[in-house]
T-cell receptor, first 111, second 115 residues
Framework: QKEVEQNSGPLSVPEGAIASLNCTYS??????FFWYRQYSGKSPELIMS????GDKEDGRFTAQLNKASQYVSLLIRDSQPSDSATYLC???????????FGTGTKLQVIP | DVKVTQSSRYLVKRTGEKVFLECVQD?????MFWYRQDPGLGLRLIYF???????EKGDIPEGYSVSREKKERFSLILESASTNQTSMYLC??????????????FGAGSRLTVL
């Protein structure tokens, strides 16, 4: 079982729709959760971090965490063509600096 | 405004050569990381360091070593390059405590081709 699992996609959504990206993790000791966006040919950059169960909103982005189900998601509202990228879920265990990434989900927003 | 700098953007080496990949950060971060990224496999952690002269193996350390003699610099060494080490190598850094703790800042990447 992979430590962090994501559907590789591509996930195609029309412009203006909600994109829903999902991630599951296997280590119950995980305490910090991150979503990074990576444009083609570029390095990953942080979109959201979440540490507690529930929802965290930042503009058009909402991260959701359910530790009991070991599940993290990212919702992108009003999707734009500029949101087309690969979205990487990352997980960190408490008290340990190692950050583990999923393989990423490629999102395509169709104009 | 560059914060994590990787010395080489593209490298071509021959099998058996010793390869050095250098990474420098100017944010006074305690933690530094080396990942490699391959299609379909995502980012895989090779080594990380949480302090000067300290290092810990990641998920795929075989064939690699690292050096951290100064806080701002973290080097990845391929003792004898092999074709299966052809990849994109990404360096990152983070702080342990405070605002932005554990958020990785990445360099631009070094694409290594081993012939």
């Amino acid at each position: 079982q992979k430590e962090v699992e994501q559907n590789s996609g591509p996930l195609s959504v029309p412009e203006g729709a909600i994109a829903s990206l999902n991630c599951t993790y296997s280590d119950r000791g995980s305490q910090s959760f991150f979503w990074y966006r990576q444009y083609s040919g570029k390095s990953p950059e942080l979109i959201m971090s979440i540490y507690s169960n529930g929802d965290k909103e930042d503009g058009r982005f909402t991260a959701q965490l359910n530790k009991a189900s070991q599940y993290v998601s990212l919702l992108i509202r009003d999707s734009q063509p500029s949101d087309s990228a690969t979205y990487l879920c990352a997980v960190k265990r408490g008290g340990y600096q190692k950050v583990t990434f999923g393989t990423g989900t490629k999102l395509q927003v169709i104009p | 405004d560059v914060k994590v700098t990787q010395s080489s953007r593209y490298l071509v080496k021959r099998t058996g050569e010793k390869v050095f990949l250098e990474c420098v950060q100017d944010m006074d971060h305690e933690n530094m990381f080396w990942y490699r990224q391959d299609p379909g496999l995502g980012l895989r952690l090779i080594y990380f360091s949480y302090d000067v002269k300290m290092k810990e193996k990641g998920d795929i350390p075989e064939g690699y070593s690292v050096s951290r003699e100064k806080k701002e610099r973290f080097s990845l060494i391929l003792e004898s390059a092999s074709t299966n080490q052809t990849s994109m190598y990404l360096c990152a850094s983070s702080i342990t405590l405070g605002s932005g703790a554990n958020v990785l800042t990445f360099g631009a990447g070094s694409r290594l081709t081993v012939l």
